[in-house]
């Protein structure tokens, strides 16, 4: 798949001027996405997320975490945020009329949520992806060959239409580069009420997100807490008839499950049972993230520092870094994310982690302990000084200027965080072939 082309990593912030391929306000452009993230934003933010984080989260769980804490705390807004900033990062956008940088990212969310939402799933269509299929699927189709370059702007896709070349420039899905246009003319295996062919039963979202997740405990809380855990399964069901081809659309899919959540449940899993097999597609993509697993592995420190068990900077060099100070004060969840995405090697997201964390915080203020693993976790990989015993000490009495001493770190060692793990890697790429040379 083409990649958007960068630097290498540096440590340095990129100052995004690319822009947007439509405006904040152009909602309407597609008044079913309209609809859609009016009422169920969840949706629209899983689909996003799972793109941005390229599969590392699955479209599902993002989205039942969002809806969880719209619930509980009202700020899921901070959580969509993060992820505005990371596409920005990933594709060099500009930061809008509410300001470049988090500062922007924060106002746009939080003051038009939905409008937000919107413009970001429709860059990443622009970009010659389908969302609705979640990423795997788009990486077995090879999607996106726009997606190394500036998307068209809404004025040059006009003129593109106008002069008949869209059709040209964008093929069948089936054959080429997605167009996200949905195709659905399939027909189910089996009837929604055929309940009882199979009295046994499971769970769809494993094998609808290829093994990338295993999310039947947030199906359970997210019933437990808010009685509103159809709208996670619903997004399984829109992604199932995407991959597959299968008729009906996202009202459809909605109303099946609000009314028959278990009849629909039901039919998802006696169609995979009778979906035909890919094994050769199946067989390339694991032989694709296995190589990219050993490009990580093999993944040098960009500055090839020598590690000497001292931390870069001590626990209170706070003001060293004023933006990412006042960021960690206020929305230390973030700071927290992005820490935890680089620790862990992209195996979970920066969104997924700092709305743990601000999940944590908001019901039993105990997101330290959280977030000390983490900071244990760093130590073991880069030799750095310290103990269990101190690591909870500097998490308990000092959470935010620890978090900050962490974030410098990752900073010192070359990473961008912004960026996530996985363009990190992309980025290093390069200088590890050099290398080998």
Same mark, same amino acid.
């Given at each position: 798949?083409? =990649? ?30 309209? /609809? ?38 009202? &700020? ?9 900033? =990371? ?21 746009? @969310? ?52 106008? $002069? ?37 039963? /499971? ?11 295993? &999310? ?22 829109? =992604? ?16 099946? @499950? ?11 899993? =006696? %169609? ?19 190589? $990219?697993?050993?490009?990580?592995? %093999? ?18 060099? &706070? ?30 997201? /920066? ?33 750095? $000084?310290?103990?269990? /015993? ?18 410098? %770190? ?15 890697? %992309? ?5 590890v072939q050099h290398m080998g040379r």
């Amino acid at each position: 798949m083409a =990649k958007p082309t960068a630097p290498p990593v540096t440590g340095v912030p990129i100052v995004g001027s690319a822009p947007w391929s439509s405006g904040l306000f152009d909602c309407f452009d597609d008044c079913g996405l309209c /609809c859609m993230t009016c009422w169920c934003p969840c949706i629209t933010f899983g689909r996003v997320a799972e793109m941005v984080d390229r599969g590392s989260t699955s479209c599902g769980a993002s989205g039942a975490l969002y809806a969880l804490l719209g619930a509980v705390t009202g &700020c899921q807004w901070i959580y969509s945020c993060t992820y505005r900033a =990371k596409m920005r990062a990933q594709y060099g956008l500009a930061g809008g009329a509410c300001g470049d940088g988090a500062c922007g990212d924060c106002c746009v @969310h939080f003051w038009c949520e939905a409008c937000a939402l919107c413009q970001e799933y429709r860059e990443i269509v622009a970009r010659g992806y389908d969302p609705k299929l979640g990423w795997h699927l788009n990486a077995e189709r090879g999607g996106a060959g726009a997606g190394a370059g500036a998307a068209p702007t809404k004025q040059q896709r006009k003129q593109l239409a106008h $002069a008949g070349d869209v059709e040209h420039e964008m093929a069948d899905p089936t054959t080429a580069p997605l167009t996200g246009v949905p195709v659905g003319s399939a027909h189910w295996s089996s009837g929604l009420f055929d309940c009882f062919d199979d009295c046994g039963l /499971c769970t769809v979202a494993e094998m609808v997100d290829r093994g990338s997740t295993s &999310c039947g405990v947030m199906y359970a809380l997210l019933c437990g807490v808010t009685g509103c855990q159809w709208i996670y399964s619903c997004t399984y069901r829109g =992604k199932m008839r995407a991959q597959y081809g299968l008729d009906d659309g996202a009202c459809g899919d909605c109303c099946v @499950h609000f009314w028959c959540e278990a009849c629909a449940l039901c039919q998802e899993y =006696k %169609e995979l049972l009778k979906a035909p097999s890919r094994p050769h597609q199946f067989i390339l993509l694991q032989q694709q993230l296995a190589q $990219a697993g050993e490009v990580e592995d %093999e993944m040098v420190k960009p500055d090839d520092a020598p590690v000497t068990g001292a931390w870069s900077t001590s626990l209170l060099d &706070c003001f060293d870094d004023c933006g990412l100070c006042c960021m960690t004060w206020w929305c230390p969840c973030i700071t927290f994310g992005r820490v935890a995405e680089i620790v862990d090697k992209g195996s979970t997201s /920066c969104g997924a982690s700092g709305a743990l964390y601000a999940l944590l915080c908001g019901v039993t203020g105990c997101q330290w302990i959280y977030s000390c693993i983490y900071r244990g976790k760093m130590r073991a990989q880069h030799g750095l $000084a310290g103990g269990g /015993c101190g690591d909870c000490c500097a998490h308990f009495w000092c959470e935010r200027c620890a978090l900050c001493q962490e974030y410098r %770190e990752i900073v010192a060692r070359g990473y961008d965080p912004k960026l996530g793990w996985h363009l990190n890697a %992309e980025r290093a790429a390069p200088a590890v072939q050099h290398m080998g040379r």
